[in-house]
């Protein structure tokens, strides 16, 4: 199964990310993630990639494309994968088709722009392994600090109120039209977002498996 997971940024794409990985056992790949690490080890690809990131603007297609392309090589890729935040433009969809990588599912998780305010604002993340938090609605049992690893739970530069602004305004430019390049395929499955983190798991499953 080669599915995709759209979404706003804060519309819980990561944690749906997991929750399939664990159903279906095929890998989660995510190119912010892959991107945090680079700039995390300062690599020529993280010092480029860092301004972007921080200023909530996409990096460049080019390079984005040409992660994925090595990452789709590895191993454990070859009985399928989800990828959660690629394709972000519409170039990036077209890179992928001409990949010749075959999509089974476009899974769309849509939540409205208050919302992602709140929950990206509240946002904390584990420098260690990356679990994701929030100080309101799933708090970590000692404040500032990962349940899973114990690693320091911090606020990504970019949950910054203006900068989550910025990163609205990109998501509706430039990855919102996904949207319809993948209905056209007839392969697009909306889930609308739910106030439980579980019950937004069961519909994202649903849209998997059926
Ligand atoms: P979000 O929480 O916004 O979904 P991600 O962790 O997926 O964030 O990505 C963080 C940042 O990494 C983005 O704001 C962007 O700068 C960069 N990025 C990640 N994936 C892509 C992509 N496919 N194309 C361009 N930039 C990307
Ligand atoms: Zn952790």
């Given at each position: 199964m080669r599915l995709i997971l759209l979404g706003a940024p804060g519309a819980g794409k990561g944690t749906q990310a997991e929750v399939i990985c664990n159903a279906l056992n095929i890998p989660a790949i995510s190119t912010g993630n892959i991107l945090r690490e680079?700039?995390?080890?300062?690599?020529?690809?993280?010092?480029?990639a860092a301004s972007y990131m921080d200023s909530g603007k996409l990096v460049p297609d080019e390079v984005v494309i040409n992660i994925l392309k090595e990452r789709l090589k590895e191993d454990d890729c070859k009985d399928g994968f989800i990828l959660d935040g690629f394709p972000r433009t519409v170039p990036q969809a077209e890179a992928l088709d001409k990949m010749g990588v075959v999509i089974d599912r476009v899974v769309d998780i849509e939540v409205p722009d208050e919302k992602i305010m709140a929950r990206l604002s509240g946002r904390r993340v584990c420098e260690k392994c990356g679990s994701s938090y929030h100080v309101e609605y799933k708090p970590t049992k000692v404040e500032g600090v990962c349940d899973r690893c114990g690693g320091k739970t911090v606020q990504r530069k970019d949950d910054s109120p203006e900068i989550i602004k910025d990163r609205l305004e990109v998501y509706h430019a430039q990855t919102e039209p996904l949207k319809d390049?993948?209905?056209?395929?007839?392969?697009?499955?909306?889930?609308?977002?739910?106030?439980?983190?579980?019950?937004?798991s069961a519909l994202t499953l649903k849209a998997v498996e059926a």
């Open positions: 680079a700039k995390a080890n300062k690599t020529a690809l993280g010092l480029e390049y993948y209905k056209k395929t007839g392969k697009l499955v909306i889930v609308e977002g739910q106030e439980e983190v579980a019950d937004t």
